[in-house]
């Protein structure tokens, strides 16, 4: 009798090993937040407007969890990450705007995506620089934003970056005041 329990204890805690070899519960991650940096708010002649944005209020959803489990699993053992399977609601659109005038065909409030530049692969894969427009969200970089035109008609700008989450949710960073010279 001894023997049986021994043994039906020692199973349920090898069972808790076994299973303490899998990816913590928190599958995903999401963000609530931008966070945005010019690297000069004052452009020169020769210069580009660079702005980088990064994920800002980073936090980490679980998964659902396997209720059959019969001991504890040590997420300790793990080699997976918080957040490793990506975001729990991917990024569906990015958009930009300014609130001045940046020419005739770019009014104040419209759409820039066809002017700003980031990086990413193009469809064959192949690693480089080109218009927001020209990329799709999964080959974009979201990070770094380019712009080599300059406005013809304000010097002055405050650019809008805005996220479209796929659960419907819009995230935006305001860049603070960029200047031509």
């Known amino acids: ?18 299973n303490s070899c899998e990816c913590p519960p ?6 609530t937040s931008l966070i945005v940096s010019a690297y000069d708010p004052v452009i020169e002649q020769s210069e580009r407007m660079s702005i980088e944005i990064n994920i800002g209020d980073k ?24 957040g490793y399977a ?28 066809s002017i700003v530049k980031v990086y990413g692969t193009d469809s064959n894969g192949t690693y480089g620089e080109g218009y927001l427009n020209q990329f799709t969200i999964e080959n974009t970089n979201p990070g770094f934003y380019f712009l080599d035109l300059r406005p013809d008609a304000d010097p002055i700008h405050i650019f809008t970056v805005t996220f479209e989450k796929s659960n419907g949710e819009f995230v935006s960073v305001e860049v603070p005041p960029i200047t031509w010279e």
Do not use: H, W
């Open 26 to 31: 928190e599958k995903y991650y999401d963000y």
């Open 59 to 82: 936090y980490y959803l679980a998964s659902n969890a396997n209720q059959s489990r019969f001991a504890n699993s040590a997420y300790a053992t793990s080699t997976c990450e918080k």
């Open 86 to 113: 990506g975001e729990k609601y991917p990024l569906i659109g990015i958009s930009v705007t300014s609130d001045s005038d940046f020419n005739d065909e770019f009014p104040a409030g419209s759409e820039l995506s």
């Open 1 to 18: 009798m001894r023997k049986k329990i021994f043994v039906i204890i020692l199973m349920f805690n090898i069972l808790g090993f076994v």
